[in-house]
T-cell receptor
Framework: DVKVTQSSRYLVKRTGEKVFLECVQDMDHENMFWYRQDPGLGLRLIYFSYDVKMKEKGDIPEGYSVSREKKERFSLILESASTNQTSMYLC???????????FGSGTRLTVV | QKEVEQNSGPLSVPEGAIASLNCTYSDRGSQSFFWYRQYSGKSPELIMFIYSNGDKEDGRFTAQLNKASQYVSLLIRDSQPSDSATYLCAVTMDSSYKLIFGSGTRLLVRP
């Protein structure tokens, strides 16, 4: 089975902290994605990457950055956490959109 | 703007009934269509995909695609309380990298 592993299930951080969310996949997928999911707003794409060291902005990249130094790992960075970044963060990977995505189990981040 | 539309629900059906979930999409060029199930507090799980017009069956689930009318549906036969979840429709548009997700339909199966 394809596995997408997110390093933390629950995380509590303080306003202004730099936060790293890690995602690792074990199926050699080229494409990796970071979404956030909030009640009533659905899945919103933050950033995605289609190759090592490549990244593209999604719909809501403000306040976030990403890093993909190795094919299997895609990190989401909150440069200075704010309370409006409290959310469920979902990582996904894929061979290509026609194959669908596999999601990680999610990280529920609370910024206080 | 490319869109995927779903009724947010909740769709409430009695146990044993057929649940019918619908999704429309805006891009006539879309190639691939997916249904994800998401339990509360969990991540989405792929349950069905369909590429061609017509029906595709997998156990109690049937995906139906009509490209001319730009809709895709999911039928769940013999609905169980464990089927209670939010169902997300996802569609490829433009890019070979990205899926566009609907906002999901919440299904409640009453015992």
């Amino acid at each position: 089975d394809v596995k997408v592993t997110q390093s933390s299930r629950y995380l509590v951080k303080r306003t202004g902290e730099k936060v790293f969310l890690e995602c690792v996949q074990d199926m050699d997928h080229e494409n990796m994605f970071w979404y956030r999911q909030d009640p009533g707003l659905g899945l919103r794409l933050i950033y995605f990457s289609y190759d090592v060291k490549m990244k593209e902005k999604g719909d809501i990249p403000e306040g976030y950055s990403v890093s993909r130094e190795k094919k299997e790992r895609f990190s989401l960075i909150l440069e200075s956490a704010s309370t409006n970044q409290t959310s469920m963060y979902l990582c996904a990977s894929s061979f290509g959109a026609n194959y669908g995505y596999t999601f990680g189990s999610g990280t529920r981040l609370t910024v206080v | 703007q490319k869109e995927v539309e779903q009724n947010s629900g909740p769709l409430s059906v009695p146990e044993g009934a057929i649940a019918s979930l619908n999704c429309t999409y805006s891009d006539r060029g879309s190639q691939s269509f997916f249904w994800y199930r998401q339990y509360s507090g969990k991540s989405p799980e792929l349950i069905m995909f369909i590429y061609s017009n017509g029906d595709k069956e997998d156990g109690r689930f049937t995906a139906q695609l009509n490209k001319a009318s730009q809709y895709v549906s999911l039928l769940i036969r013999d609905s169980q309380p464990s089927d209670s979840a939010t169902y997300l429709c996802a569609v490829t548009m433009d890019s070979s990298y990205k899926l566009i997700f609907g906002s999901g339909t919440r299904l409640l199966v009453r015992p």
